[in-house]
């Protein structure tokens, strides 16, 4: 099955173009302006309705029955895609990437720091997430240390050059706060935060004073007005407590992840820590393909406890081959599928995880397939959301109002006389000999 992703150049910031739209047509646009007019025809809902959907200026500017925008008497809709054989959903959005180390799982050593290798594998990783769905990313980079603040001015760049086609965040993480040793950390977040990086974290379970860890990064949040994400196993349920206590009332907001360690504590204990967490509004960002931090825990957070909290849990996909997770594929649909097939989410509740919560715990604005939400849109080879999530090899993604990437899937079978004589669905360019 064929999976074709633009390719970024090294050393450069172009512009990317998007993929030439097959269907119907092509958008068109520099991706710096209100894109031209979309129409996406016959699409299918999770309700199950066939509908027209047509986009202007970024959004979603009229939805329809199957033929009513097309007719005559109708503004002209510009270009047009067909979507009668897709399911038509919300984007994703990643809440939980490491561009800075993604892609190194094949080099020889630990991942390079090369400033112009590190925005070729951020580009490449965003373009590959892009693919799958996800329209926003948030990224968090290592500040300090022997990289100093190349690898996020690296992130940066390839932030600009992404403009258009993606929404790139930038996360700083220094390693350590507190104490003689924190002094420099701590001015470097600072620094990272005059520089570009718009949210704050890191991980306070490798300082030698994790409580005082999140309260510097929660006083240089309060003084820029940035969100705040914060890596953490959550094994320690009263340090996770002072945490969501800290972090309570704080706008515009603080997610914590992986927060895998909830699902060994003891049920009564880990009932206590989700009711401390909703109360404090934190969002926890859970990682069904695996950790990102290089250890060898393993597991995810406990997402239906959580939700019976009142805690916005929010999906993401951690490593994408690095040494990490050297299978990584930085999949949305993959994350939810996982939710589903092995931590008893509805399917519904799951794509909420990968889609609606991620929007929110990264501070956008919600998306329907209705008149007036942001043309933010994941269109699907299938009919249902279950198929969706089993088999999800042909997309088309819409960001800002027009076509961005685009992944088509062939499947071939010979000519058999079981399927002409059960009548069974059938792809194909020819015979498979």
Partial sequence: MPDSQPQPQPHSEPQPQPPHSSAS??????????????????????????????????????????????????????????LSSYLLLPAPAEPHA??????????DGP???????????ATEAALLQLGHGATALRAHVRVGDVQGLGAL???????????????????????????????????????????????VG???????????????????????????????????PARLARFAAMAGGLRPGVALGPCGGLARL???????????????????????????????RRGTAP?????????????????LRDVSNPVGRGDPLEAAYLLASRYGLRPEEAYDAVSTSARAALGLPEVRVEAGFPAE??????????????????????HRGRVVARTSAVREYCNTAATAELGLPRQGRGEVS
């Fill in 153 to 199: 001015a690296a992130l940066l760049q390839a932030r600009r050059s992404l403009r258009g086609l993606t929404e790139l965040t930038a996360v700083a993480m220094p390693r350590v706060l507190t104490g003689v040793a924190g002094a420099e950390g701590l001015a470097m977040l600072r620094d990272a935060v005059k520089m570009g990086a718009s949210v």
């Fill in 377 to 398: 849109l994941l269109a699907v080879r299938g009919d249902r959301l279950t198929g969706a999530l089993s088999l999800a090899y042909s997309r088309i993604v819409v």
């Fill in 25 to 82: 047509g092509s958008s068109e646009g520099s991706g710096q302006g209100d894109p031209a007019s979309l129409l996406l025809c016959g699409a299918r809902l999770t309700d199950g309705r066939t509908v027209d959907v047509r986009l202007g200026g970024g959004r979603i500017e009229a939805v329809g029955t199957a033929g009513s925008l097309a007719v005559g008497g109708t503004r002209a809709c510009g270009a047009r895609v067909d």
């Fill in 303 to 319: 997402v239906r406890l959580l939700r019976a909290a009142g805690v916005r849990v929010a999906a993401g996909s951690g490593a």
């Fill in 266 to 296: 003891p049920t009564e204990t880990a009932h206590r820590t989700a009711d401390q967490l909703a109360a404090a509004g934190v969002t926890v960002v859970c990682l069904p393909q695996g950790v990102c931090d290089g250890t060898d």
């Fill in 202 to 236: 890191g991980c306070p379970d490798v300082d030698p004073d994790p409580t005082g860890y999140v309260e510097a990064v929660l006083e240089v949040a309060s003084e820029h007005g940035c969100p705040v994400d914060l890596h953490t196993d959550a094994t320690d």
């Fill in 98 to 107: 490491h561009g800075d180390t993604a892609l190194s799982a094949d080099a």
């Fill in 111 to 121: 991942a390079s720091h090369d400033p112009h290798d590190v925005q070729r594998r």
